[in-house]
T-cell receptor, first 113, second 114 residues
């Protein structure tokens, strides 16, 4: 079946602009995760959605970052007023509720100029 | 907070030889999960192997095996009969519970020489 997909694959934006990154999880997966991979900070957790529960937002670095998951499926990560330090690869993963293997998408490379 | 440390930024191995990647972690939990992920240049993270902390037996997946030392909080990955396709970044990761967020180490780049 189809894996986790993310769009766009690459995004270049100007400092101060808002960006939206999209994640389509594997069908039937109730858990969805966002991670950020940057040269300076490595791989870090951002946010986690599990079914209808309140999301775990403990990894979001600032209030410029937000995410939503509509209908328990597609998720959008929004970064407002982008800064150069936001440049990174943003990875999305999904897993079945009672299964601990996380399947990752190919990521979105964000470059803020 | 949990931390994961990979002390080897880069490892080089001859094709068909064996290489071992090191990982240590810090946690106060008694039950948790440990993983090794592979990230090739395509960026897609691929699960290589996983270990449940309550299991004493070391996990094995074909040419990949782990040495899990719970008391020492050590979780090394051994790649046997290395192949050119094994060249990638390898990340050690920790999860407090099933289906929970992952905490990653800094990664080890594996180079395979023909």
């Amino acid at each position: 079946g189809a894996g986790v997909s993310q769009s766009p694959s690459n995004k270049v934006t100007e400092k101060g602009k808002d960006v939206e990154l999209r994640c389509d999880p594997i069908s039937g997966h109730t858990a969805l995760y966002w991670y950020r991979q940057s040269l300076g900070q490595g791989l870090e957790f951002l946010i986690y959605f599990q079914g209808n529960s309140a999301p775990d937002k403990s990894g979001l670095p600032s209030d410029r970052f937000s995410a939503e998951r509509t209908g328990g499926s597609v998720s959008t990560l929004t970064i407002q007023r982008t800064q150069q330090e936001d440049s990174a690869v943003y990875l999305c993963a999904s897993s079945l509720a009672r299964w601990y293997e996380q399947y990752f998408g190919p990521g979105t490379r964000l470059t803020v100029t | 907070a949990q931390t994961v440390t990979q002390s080897q930024p880069e490892m080089s191995v001859q094709e068909a030889e064996t290489v071992t990647l090191s990982c240590t972690y810090d946690t106060s939990e008694s039950d948790y999960y440990l993983f090794w992920y592979k990230q090739p240049p395509s960026r897609q993270m691929i699960l290589v192997i996983r270990q449940e902390a309550y299991k004493q037996q070391n996990a094995t997946e074909n040419r990949f095996s782990v040495n899990f030392q719970k008391a020492a909080k050590s979780f090394s990955l051994k790649i046997s009969d290395s192949q050119l396709g094994d060249a990638a970044m390898y990340f050690c990761a920790y999860s407090k519970a099933a289906g929970n967020k992952l905490t990653f180490g800094g990664g080890t780049r594996v180079l395979v020489k023909p």
